[in-house]
């Protein structure tokens, strides 16, 4: 793994959790020691203080965490706490049940988790909120976007199988896919995205460029528009380099949107044990300052220092 927060050397969960507790239990909260253990604590780690803290004071650390918490800086501590299929499932369900969908959320999890984090991340989702991930995208978005979102929530993409002699004949239909754009040629475009292998997809997408002499991402950008081609670009990023995927996605967040919070916080906390240190290297190369360089110049106060804190910048990052 490429994380920036590791398990902690000479872990004591019960210390942490007095520690926690004296924090959270004093007559002002000392926010600079929930950052302190909470970031620096893996998520295994971090549920095991939960369970000293429930043993030690008979409370809920997170329930805890809400109460004398707020805003973002009560988001980033709170997020920290869930498994990290359980904060998967906890993002989609926000995102399919606020008051607007959010479709961009619900883009960055399905398009780039993998068959078994589909898979605990669907059963965390129904545990949760009793309720079924796939019917709840089906009842909450439409069209071949929403068909889309179905086939990658199933989580049956092959995995380690690819055939050179299938991958020009998988092309020629993504390339047919753009030109005739009918509902059938769409629905062609996404099982073949959906359900190929990374593997078969990376031949296909170099057939495609030898057939038609144009990059898939251009070809799809050119082709479609709206949430459907938002969905398969990332699609074909993901498959590509997960780590540029969610650069890209960092630096839209923090420089179109005016800092989306939202969007910052969910891909720090995701990817903070899996790839962060690649995402930050793929961010500083591609954008020139680095991601702890713009997240310092956006956010402020202890918000600041708690995704500071988890994104571990380097020295020349100030």
């Given amino acids: 793994t490429q994380g920036t927060i590791l398990p902690a050397a000479n872990f004591n ?6 520690l926690l507790g004296g924090a959270l239990q004093g007559i002002c909260c000392e926010k600079d020691v929930l950052i302190e253990i909470l970031t620096q604590r893996c998520n295994s780690q971090r549920l095991m203080i939960a369970e000293a803290y429930r043993d030690m004071y008979g409370r809920d650390l997170i329930i805890d965490l809400k109460e004398n918490l707020s805003h973002h800086f009560k988001e980033v501590m709170v997020g920290l706490m869930y498994p990290p299929a359980s904060y998967d499932a906890h993002e989609l ?3 399919l049940k606020g008051v607007d969908t959010e479709e961009k959320c619900l883009i960055d999890i399905l398009a780039s988790r993998s068959n078994m984090e589909i898979f605990q991340m669907k059963e965390a989702y129904l545990m949760q909120y009793n309720s079924d991930l796939q019917q709840d995208i089906d009842s909450e978005t439409s069209g071949h976007f929403r068909d889309t979102l179905m086939n990658l929530a199933q989580g049956t993409r092959m995995e380690g199988y690819a055939d050179p002699s299938t991958a020009a004949q998988d092309a020629m239909i993504l390339w047919e896919a753009c030109q005739q754009k009918t509902g059938e040629h769409k629905n062609m475009l996404q099982m073949i995205l959906c359900n190929r292998s990374q593997q078969q997809l990376w031949m296909v997408f ?12 251009d070809a799809i950008n050119e082709c479609y528009d709206g949430y459907f081609q938002e969905l398969l670009v990332a699609i074909v990023l993901c498959i590509r380099d997960k780590p540029s995927y969610f650069a890209y996605r960092l630096y839209n967040a923090i ?4 800092f989306h919070n939202k969007t910052v916080i969910r891909i720090l906390i995701a990817r903070s044990e899996i790839d962060l240190m690649n995402i930050r290297q793929r961010y500083k190369e591609r954008y020139g300052k680095s991601l702890f360089h713009d997240i310092k110049h956006f956010a402020s106060g202890h918000y600041e220092s708690a995704l500071l804190a988890i994104c571990a910048g380097d020295t020349e990052d100030y």
């Fill in 13 to 18: 969960p019960i210390m942490d959790a007095q």
């Fill in 93 to 95: 369900w926000h995102a």
């Fill in 206 to 217: 170099q057939e495609f460029q030898n057939i038609s002499g144009q990059d898939i991402v």
């Fill in 255 to 258: 420089h179109d949107f005016g």
